[in-house]
């Protein structure tokens, strides 16, 4: 009898496991867009494999944060903002939504002008003469808009938002993740230079304010205090109780090998090809794929950022319209008509911004990678919200453990922005 109980123990872990990569993929999607591919990238042609470490430790105090966030999902009865504004007023309340509403805006239109440069790239043709001709500027314009439209009706058509938006990045983050792993077997990286990336050392090149910011960006992606605030509302959206917290941990080592494991392909593989590169556009960055496929690399990382813009395009703005909609005292359900209706406000504003961006003629990749790395300024906010959070709950060996991970992502978030405030001075002063 014992073994036959062993035996569904291990297929329930099993199938536990496998279901823990759907709450991860949401997560991770938040994270993988199109600023941290290029992110990673530049970090690689950068420092070449000296700043794995650093991914590492993104990647680590990422997943401390998502269980974080679950302890805290399954502690309270009320929201998070609505925990916040009975016990700090309701306009520290909504100052801290704004901010968060901010962070994932910043996300949004980097995921919709890399969308419009890969339209853009779509559409070029080549003379006789060899010179490029870039098609019509209303072409991505067009498609920006349809995308966006094309959103709004998957947010108000799905009887279930959650569920059809878990499945949506499930798919396109994969096909993100075949790309990037088939083009890593062609680049042989160099194995002990990846040993040796992942020995804590400080940068010996590029020491550059541009790159630091660089650097602090992807950082700041990685480990990404909005998107774990986000796994809050997705575990009240699950309905887990503290019966199901022991869950929160496999969906933290889930989110690693999702969130990690394709930010260090990324970066190994622009350090193999790129090293020494200056990356100004998506064409550039593209090259790390020509291993693999040769002049047609273009279209093939083409493939891989529109995958992530469009995984993270929608949960962005419906982390952000959450946010917004709690910290104002309505309604926190994705299925409900406050968050849709702040959702659909973050996708205009995405939209719009990337439009101007676009039609003033803009550096694109400049402006992902300063935009990804900004958001690390308000994240200090976000980090004291989860921590105040952690602190009123009962007195218990979880409450220390929260308390101890809160206090921690407290203190990281703050260095972050300090020195993002003094490298932006460096740079911009």
């Not at 269980?67 to 609505?82: E, M, N």
């Not at 569920?163 to 990286?189: A, Q």
């Not at 804590?200 to 205090?225: A, C, H, K, Q, Y």
């Not at 090809?273 to 291993?291: C, N, R």
Request: net charge neutral; aromatic share 8%.
């Amino acid at each position: 009898m014992s073994e036959a109980a062993a035996e569904p123990q291990s297929q329930i872990s099993l199938f536990r496991v496998v279901k823990a990569i759907g709450p991860a993929i949401v997560v991770a999607s938040v994270v993988l867009g199109p600023g941290s591919i290029l992110s990673n990238s530049k970090v690689g042609a950068a420092y070449g494999y000296s700043m794995i470490w650093v991914l590492g430790l993104a990647s680590l105090f990422m997943a401390l944060t998502v269980f974080l966030a679950a302890v805290l999902g399954t502690s309270y009865q009320r929201t998070p903002f609505t925990e916040i504004a009975a016990r700090l007023g309701r306009p520290v309340s909504f100052l801290i939504g704004v901010v968060f509403f901010l962070i994932t805006s910043c996300f949004q239109f980097t995921n919709n002008l890399a969308i419009i440069d890969v339209i853009n790239i779509a559409t070029e043709s080549t003379t006789s003469d060899g010179a490029t001709v870039q098609g019509s500027w209303l072409i991505p314009l067009f498609a920006i808009v349809l995308v966006n439209c094309g959103l709004v009706w998957a947010l108000y058509g799905s009887s279930a938002p959650y569920r059809f938006i878990e499945k949506l990045m499930m798919l396109m983050v994969g096909l993100m993740l075949i790309g990037f792993v088939v083009n890593l077997l062609f680049v042989s990286p160099s194995v002990p230079s990846i040993l040796k990336g992942m020995v804590p050392s400080m940068p010996t090149g590029g020491n550059s304010s541009e790159n630091i910011v660089m650097l602090l960006g992807m950082f700041g992606t990685t480990f990404s205090v909005a998107g774990a605030f986000y796994q809050i509302y997705a575990v009240r959206e699950k309905k887990w109780t503290k019966d199901d917290l022991a869950n929160g941990i496999i969906d933290s080592i889930a989110g690693i090998a999702v969130l990690g494991g394709i930010s260090f392909i990324i970066m190994i593989t622009s350090a193999a090809v790129l090293k020494g590169t200056q990356l100004s556009s998506i064409t550039d960055v593209a090259m790390q794929l020509e291993p693999l496929i040769g002049p047609r690399a273009k279209i093939m990382f083409c493939l891989g950022i529109s995958a992530g813009a469009f995984s993270s395009l929608l949960v962005n703005a419906l982390i952000g319209g959450t946010a917004l909609s709690d910290s104002l005292g309505y309604s926190a359900s994705v299925s409900d008509a406050p968050v849709k209706l702040f959702t659909v406000a973050g996708l205009a504003i995405g939209m719009l911004v990337a439009i101007a961006i676009h039609w003033l003629g803009m550096s694109s990749v400049s402006l992902i990678v300063t935009a990804q790395a900004l958001t690390v300024l308000g994240v200090p906010l976000l980090a004291f919200a989860m921590l105040f959070l952690a602190i009123h709950l009962p007195t218990s060996i979880l409450k220390v453990v929260a308390v101890s991970i809160g206090s921690c992502s407290l203190v990281l978030a703050t260095i972050l922005s300090g020195r993002m405030i003094w490298s932006l001075l460096e740079r911009f002063g």
